[in-house]
């Protein structure tokens, strides 16, 4: 589900932004604070933003959160969001060269917004009432896209040049919400909690053992697409709509046999200007991420 419909489906939040905000650093196992309209929290040794549900984090945004972290102590901070524009691992660099303040950006999960709802109505019901202890969902890493363009007349060719990956991330991004087990336990729901667990503990190491094969960024791309005038196309709120003009799949021919992604896609503009390409690239766990680059057609 991508960032726009999840807010029309959680539409009671942004009326209670502070509240929500609040809710969603306790889940995400940080503490609250109010510091500054920017640094919302704090987790360990690094500040807390909380983007919108509503709207992607832009890299001018995070830019502004980083010179905030710049007037403190703390060096670091955590910006979670519904979504982000593409933040590469180069742009971290240039942030972290010019404020001393390190970027850690990480999406907000589903589970992690059914869990702040869930807070919020008990809340809302009882003020008082007691909110117990959760495993802490996965807030995971968007993935960072670079992108190269060259344009002949008015022809233009996209490359996919990299796409960088976090693989602690993408390792989060499998756990489920595990229950620990605890001496109030029934007997059939510490069984059914260490099941889930063992399930858990199986499916990493297989994720491991293949991670411990994936020797360049390529293996993780399942496919990528491309929206030739991103821009053009809006939604009533006047957010851009991505609509794939062409797009490569991993293509599976048999066992242990794949098909390679075609990494450079083309494409003739009929009518010269600058236009905004769009790049969506999904891995191979199902997490995707949009990059977007300018291209001027003579």
């Not at 500040?47 to 709207?55: E, K």
């Not at 010179?67 to 180069?90: I, P, Y």
């Not at 960088?164 to 989060?172: G, K, L, P, R, Y």
Request: glycine share 6%.
């Amino acid at each position: 589900m991508g960032v726009y419909q999840r807010a029309e489906q959680w539409q009671d939040f942004q009326t209670q932004r502070s509240r929500y905000r609040d809710e969603m650093i306790r889940v995400f196992g940080g503490e609250v604070v109010n510091h500054s309209p920017l640094l919302h929290g704090r987790k360990a040794h690094s500040w807390v933003h909380i983007g919108p549900l509503d709207g992607p984090v832009s890299v001018a945004q995070v830019w502004s959160i980083a010179r905030e972290a710049q007037r403190t102590d703390m060096k670091a901070v955590t910006v979670l969001s519904a979504d982000f524009d593409t933040l590469s691992g180069s742009e971290k660099g240039e942030i972290k060269e010019a404020t001393g303040v390190a970027i850690i950006v990480r999406i907000i999960p589903k589970n992690a917004i059914d869990e702040v709802r869930r807070r919020l109505e008990m809340l809302r019901a009882n003020p008082d009432a007691p909110i117990e202890s959760m495993a802490i969902p996965a807030f995971y890493a968007p993935l960072s896209i670079v992108l190269g363009s060259r344009v002949t007349g008015r022809m233009a060719k996209v490359t996919l040049e990299r796409c960088e990956v976090d693989i602690e991330s993408f390792i989060a991004s499998q756990r489920p919400v595990l229950k620990s087990v605890t001496p109030a336990m029934s007997a059939a729901a510490k069984k059914k909690a260490q099941s889930e667990t063992d399930k858990w503990e199986t499916r990493k190491a297989e994720l491991e053992k293949w991670l411990a094969k994936a020797n360049s960024w390529q293996k993780f791309v399942d496919f990528w697409a491309v929206d030739w005038d991103y821009r053009s196309r809006v939604d009533a709120d006047d957010r851009p709509i991505f609509e794939t003009d062409w797009q490569s799949f991993r293509v599976r021919k048999g066992k242990g046999e794949v098909e390679p992604l075609v990494l450079t896609a083309e494409y003739k503009y009929e009518q010269p200007g600058h236009y905004q390409v769009a790049a969506r690239v999904t891995d191979v766990f199902g997490n995707d991420g949009i990059a977007t680059v300018t291209v001027e057609v003579k």
